[in-house]
């Protein structure tokens, strides 16, 4: 399957800045990433689809103004938090969707803290 | 409709022994169900997966069980140890939602030495 990493692991802001993640598919040509928000002891919830060349497509209630996402290239995504505040402090993932529908990677997860 | 329904939410085992965690689901259009393990910090991975025309099926130590009828299924982690004890989620996709996963509430699972 594919190698997907995250940058940064861990990352703490002060309320109202903003913060990059990014998601990179080391091995594999991504059209399509996703990307997740986990907060603890609760499942995981996709927020956006994030496709190559084109925009973004937002979950029901994920604000797309406040969580810019880019897809630049076929191996890297950026989910940036726009005037962070603490209830944005949660584990953020991001995955890599294979070959087929039904192949999906994740990457190790980015722990995002909002002071 | 979308919703995936996991039980328990928390599971503790002797090593050695059996563990299982259940899943039902609503939407029939679901053509694939994965279960993924997950350890504190850590991104979901990939454990086993199942399609819908498959009964069961069986990997090393764990094993799936699917009832299409029931609209459910489990997982089945047999001889369990304590390097086992993690958060295990049940997931289920519909092709033409473009591999969108629907998970599970998760369940964290404790296995004692």
């Known amino acids: 399957g594919a190698v997907v990493s995250q940058h940064p692991s861990r990352v703490i802001c002060k309320s109202g800045t903003s913060v990059k993640i990014e998601c990179r598919s080391l091995d594999f040509q991504a059209t399509t990433m996703f990307w997740y928000r986990q907060f603890p002891k609760q499942s995981l919830m996709l927020m956006a689809t994030s496709n190559e060349g084109s925009k973004a497509t937002y979950e029901q209630g994920v604000e797309k103004d406040k969580f810019l996402i880019n897809h630049a290239s076929l191996t890297l995504s950026t989910l940036t938090v726009t005037s962070a505040h603490p209830e944005d402090s949660s584990f953020y993932i991001c995955?890599?969707?294979?070959?087929?529908?039904?192949?999906?990677?994740f990457g190790p997860g980015t722990r995002l803290t909002v002071t | 409709q979308q919703q995936v329904k996991q039980s328990p939410q928390s599971l503790i085992v002797q090593k050695g022994g059996i563990s299982i965690i259940n899943c039902a689901y609503e939407n029939t259009a679901f053509d694939y169900f994965p279960w993924y393990q997950q350890f504190p910090g850590k991104g979901p991975a990939l454990l086993i997966a199942?399609?819908?025309?498959?009964s069961e099926k069986k990997e090393g130590r764990f094993t799936i069980s699917f009832n299409k009828s029931a609209k459910q299924f489990s997982l089945h982690i047999m001889d369990s140890q304590p390097g086992d004890s993690a958060t295990y989620f049940c997931a289920a996709v519909d092709y033409n939602q473009g591999g969108k996963l629907i998970f599970g509430q998760g369940t964290e699972l404790s296995v004692k030495p």
């Open positions: 995955s890599v969707l294979g070959l087929s529908p039904y192949e999906q990677y």
């Open positions: 199942i399609r819908p025309d498959v």
